[in-house]
């Protein structure tokens, strides 16, 4: 049995334990959906095609009209 573990060469055993540190690193679990889609979208880089048709639908978009106490008093968006 001596010569088995001595076979073992220690660059493949250093190599086994980081890949078992960064995965228990890379788990992670979620209290909600929630969180996990947070996460998920900080994470995730939107695809710059569609980034671009994001904020051009935006664009589009009607302006909200202002209450009309707002437009009576003047007050500003608060």
Same mark, same amino acid.
């Given at each position: 049995?001596?010569?088995?573990?001595?076979?073992?060469?220690?660059?493949?055993?250093?190599? %086994? @334990?980081?890949?078992?540190?960064?995965?228990?690193?890379?788990?992670?679990? #979620? @209290?909600?959906?929630?969180?996990?889609?947070? %996460?998920? @979208?900080? %994470?995730?880089?939107?695809?710059?095609?569609? @980034? %671009?048709?994001?904020?051009?639908?935006?664009?589009?978009?009607?302006?909200?009209?202002?209450?009309?106490?707002?437009? #009576? #008093?003047?007050?500003?968006?608060?």
């Amino acid at each position: 049995m001596k010569r088995q573990s001595k076979l073992t060469s220690q660059p493949q055993a250093q190599q %086994h @334990a980081s890949e078992q540190q960064s995965a228990q690193q890379s788990i992670r679990e #979620f @209290a909600t959906v929630e969180e996990l889609l947070r %996460h998920d @979208a900080l %994470h995730t880089p939107v695809p710059p095609k569609i @980034a %671009h048709r994001l904020e051009q639908s935006i664009a589009q978009e009607p302006q909200p009209v202002r209450s009309w106490w707002r437009r #009576f #008093f003047g007050t500003s968006n608060l």
